[in-house]
């Protein structure tokens, strides 16, 4: 089977933004000079930062109505564009995790780099609130002015797993940050 | 802030495409006519094959190397396109859940709907095998020739959620279905 047989316009347009303190990656330049072990301490230092981040989902006021209900789930899953990845980024095939040299190259579908052929990233968030057409979650990891794609109710049927297991280099990195 | 403001190009190309046994929706127009107990009998019938369904996810072989490593992961994120919904159907606001008019009206974001502005799925599954350029997966609702957008290793620290809340009109589909 070709997916050459089947090719719907796949274009995307914006329901919104997402309005965050978090206004860069944590992987910026200054810290690629930094030794391993100061830059595995300002990573986990972002993450924490991340975790209790509180952000808001401004949605386009003519998509408010599709967020009734919204409000009675405790978790939403949010889709949104790394709009800050220049799109020539979209061709990287493998990378080493978190730019670390130390772990093994990983094919970018193994890892979690918004730099992806389809850069549409995905995070299961608490929904804290919703006042109209703004949704305000805890711990999103979305720069400030990323496009939103879409907002999805969280149910385990569809996003949880039943004791996912990891391979070792992620064991190892949720090990040193923390998580 | 208007989203107007940061419009970057969100337009997809399918990495690849499903290959299931499921052909069809479960809603089809045959089922519509059923009175609701029927009709649930049947839904049960077909969330319980759907999730006893082995998939194929066969990802275009350029994209091969990106899948180096995806077999250390026992679970994995699959975004899809349900390429048979009519685009003129991404314009609905709210819907009964699964056409029960019984069940209150929801905003499209608060529901699992295919039909949506932007109709990115995903789904959380199980990864049985790699053989090269294909990924065997289990429970998969994707139906067959779904064009592929994106795979992401499983990690609960991003797609997890703890002690997740459903409102009351999700628990009943979830009891009735026996999911």
Redesign the interface.
Known sequence: ?K?E?????????????V?SEIKESMLTADEKGLALKERMEKIREYHHRIKNTVSDL?I?TE?T??????E????I?V?Y?P?LIA?ERRGL??VHPMGREDL?????????SPA???P?L???V?LLERRENILRVKGLEALD?S???????????????E????????EQI?RELE?
Request: glycine share 8%.
């Open positions: 089977m997916a047989q089947i090719r719907p316009e796949m274009h995307l347009r914006p329901i919104g933004a309005r401004v386009e998509f109505d599709l967020l009734e209900g919204i009675g789930f405790s978790h899953l889709l564009w709009h799109p095939k493998q093994p190259l990983q094919g970018i579908f193994a890892t979690c992806r052929p389809n549409v995905v995070s299961a608490p002015g496009p939103l794609i879409d907002i999805k109710p969280y149910s385990l049927n569809y996003y949880g797993a004791n996912p297991a990891v391979p070792p280099w992620m949720h998580i």
